[in-house]
């Protein structure tokens, strides 16, 4: 089953606007990672929070963590047209011999209207 | 570009064929993972393999089989193939430290007809 899930499946917003995606998930992880993906094309990452951390920032970017809550978001600042695509949490739960591997969530898909 | 290169960019074959997907990790990654994105089961972690060994399985048929090679590249064998197995399969690569950032390569599109 799938480990982490977004909040909202889609979010349609005007340009300048800011957007927010939610991510819950069912055990304790190492660190949780955003990805971003244009239609039926490769992941791109965004940006990778630890359970230490809470919050963390890049560009328009701002994460934060809950793991008492075990859930993330993400919000992007004034969005652009091209912000139009899927977004990914994936978190890295593994120890041990088996690090590494992600589970991913649905996807939200983000869709900005100029 | 994330520096993970992946061929062929598309492939259409028939049910009970078996094709080979290919993955050039990041220039130095001695990890590399695959993951297979349909429209039914999202985004699911196949295989890892660290420097040439299998490192951890996931959600891997048994119609399926990889392996890392010396100079790192992998491979990703589909057999038997039937219509489900139409997908998008991404390969991702980190290096050996952690943090584990993964850099996606562009995928290979199935086609099972």
């Known amino acids: 089953s799938q480990q982490g899930e977004e909040d909202p499946q889609a979010l349609s917003i005007q340009e300048g606007e800011n957007a927010t995606m939610n991510c819950s998930y069912k055990?304790?992880?190492?660190?949780l990672q955003w990805y971003r993906q244009n239609s039926g094309r490769g992941l791109v990452h965004l940006i990778l929070?630890?359970?230490?951390?809470r919050e963390k920032h890049s560009g328009r970017l701002r994460v934060t963590l809950d793991t008492s809550k075990k859930s993330s978001s993400l919000l992007i600042t004034a969005s652009r047209a091209a912000d139009t695509a899927s977004y990914f949490c994936?978190?890295?739960?593994?120890?041990?011999?088996?690090?590494?591997?992600?589970?991913f969530g649905r996807g939200t898909q983000l869709t900005v209207w100029p | 570009d994330s520096g993970v290169t992946q061929t062929p960019k598309h492939l259409i074959t028939a049910t009970g064929q078996r094709v080979t997907l290919r993955c050039s990790p990041r220039?130095?990654?001695?990890?590399v993972y695959w993951y297979q994105q349909s429209l039914d089961q999202g985004l699911q972690f196949l295989i890892q393999?660290?420097?040439?060994?299998?490192?951890a399985k996931g959600n891997i048929l048994e119609r399926f089989s990889a392996q890392q090679f010396p100079d790192l590249h992998s491979e990703l064998n589909l057999s038997s193939l039937e219509l489900g197995d139409s997908a998008l399969y991404f390969c991702?690569?980190?290096?050996?430290?952690?943090?584990?950032?993964?850099?996606f390569g562009p995928g290979t599109r199935l086609t099972v007809l």
């Open positions: 991702a690569s980190s290096s050996s430290g952690a943090p584990n950032e993964q850099f």
């Open positions: 055990t304790s992880i190492n660190n």
């Open positions: 929070i630890r359970s230490n951390e």
């Open positions: 994936a978190t890295d739960t593994d120890r041990g011999s088996t690090l590494g591997r992600l589970y």
């Open positions: 220039s130095g990654d001695l990890s």
């Open positions: 393999y660290y420097n040439g060994e299998e490192r």
